[in-house]
């Protein structure tokens, strides 16, 4: 009861200085206005010398008129606003407890998290271990890459080892078949051998006198054949088969001087290579072609065909 009164009586105390600041405020203003009417000069009597000039106005009615209506149109001056006076002060209520209606509050946005701060060694460290895994992929790239080129490599030198090795077995299978064909031809020249010298060496018959009607000069026919098969089987007893195709022919002409020296040797139709045609040729200068016994159906110039198998070739 006591605090409500002296809340009262400090809120009368209150109130009372601006009622009392108003009231001094329009007492001052009416007191300067009565001194502003108080304080006009008194105005000046002129003194003109001359007689004085009476003057008489005349108005006529239509002037009268014209002011009158005038003075009607003309607008009326307004009215002084009445000086407003302090309102006696009115006893000021007794305060009343006023329940404030609650406000709602408006829900709190959440807060937002703060980022932690930016430690830059950690950063720098970060970056450093993202470097360092860079490299070691770039590095394992590179020796995967480097491991596939070996195996490619590798690989190559196999391929190529065994095209090698493929290469020495066919010359090995090549030289394996030569030797085996001039062990053949060995055993047939040595057969042939052993059969001429079983056979009775036939004797040279003379020359017949020339028979004036037809024949061949007196030249024995029989001879002439014995003549050409020595010549044959000489040939290819020289002849290195090894050197030569299979199957392709090579026709030659050879000249020989009497006892069966070979002189020149030319290639009508072959179709060895160069290392085959050397062959043909080394068989024909070799040794001498038969002489002795064939005298009278010797003949400078002999064509001969070399080719191997003899049975496979065009007769």
Not at 9 to 33: K, S, T
Not at 116 to 141: G, K, N, Y
Not at 157 to 168: I, P
Request: glycine letters at 4%; hydrophobic letters at 40%.
């Amino acid at each position: 009861m006591h605090a409500e009164a002296i809340r009262q009586h400090e809120g009368n105390d209150e109130l009372l200085m601006p009622v009392l600041m108003a009231l001094a405020l329009h007492v001052a203003i009416v007191v300067l206005l009565l001194l502003a009417g108080w304080w006009q000069p008194i105005p000046k009597v002129v003194s003109v010398a001359g007689p004085v000039v009476e003057a008489a106005l005349v108005v006529s009615p239509s002037d009268v008129r014209v002011a009158e209506q005038a003075a009607q149109e003309a607008p009326k001056p307004a009215e002084r606003a009445p000086v407003e006076t302090a309102p006696p002060p009115q006893p000021l209520p007794a305060p009343q407890p006023q329940t404030a209606p609650e406000q709602v509050q408006p829900k709190p946005q959440e807060a937002q998290p703060e980022p932690a701060p930016v430690d830059q060694e950690a950063v720098a460290r970060l970056a450093l271990e993202q470097q360092q895994a860079e490299e070691r992929e770039e590095q394992e790239a590179k020796r995967r890459q480097e491991q596939i080129d070996l195996t490619e490599r590798e690989k190559q030198a196999e391929a190529e080892r065994k095209q090698r090795l493929r290469a020495q077995l066919e010359e090995i299978r090549k030289e394996r078949e030569a030797a085996e064909r001039r062990t053949k031809m060995e055993e047939q020249r040595l057969q042939q051998l052993a059969d001429a010298q079983a056979k009775p060496t036939p004797q040279p018959q003379p020359a017949r006198e020339p028979v004036q009607a037809g024949g061949n000069n007196g030249t024995d026919t029989d001879l002439a054949a014995r003549y050409a098969l020595a010549l044959h089987q000489t040939a290819q007893l020289n002849w290195n088969r090894a050197l030569a195709p299979e199957q392709v022919a090579c026709k030659v002409r050879f000249t020989q001087i009497p006892g069966g020296d070979v002189i020149d040797v030319q290639f009508l139709s072959c179709g060895f290579d160069a290392q085959g045609r050397e062959s043909v040729e080394r068989a024909l200068r070799r040794s001498p072609m038969p002489y002795a016994g064939f005298e009278p159906v010797f003949q400078r110039q002999i064509d001969l065909t070399f080719c191997y198998p003899e049975e496979a070739c065009p007769r």
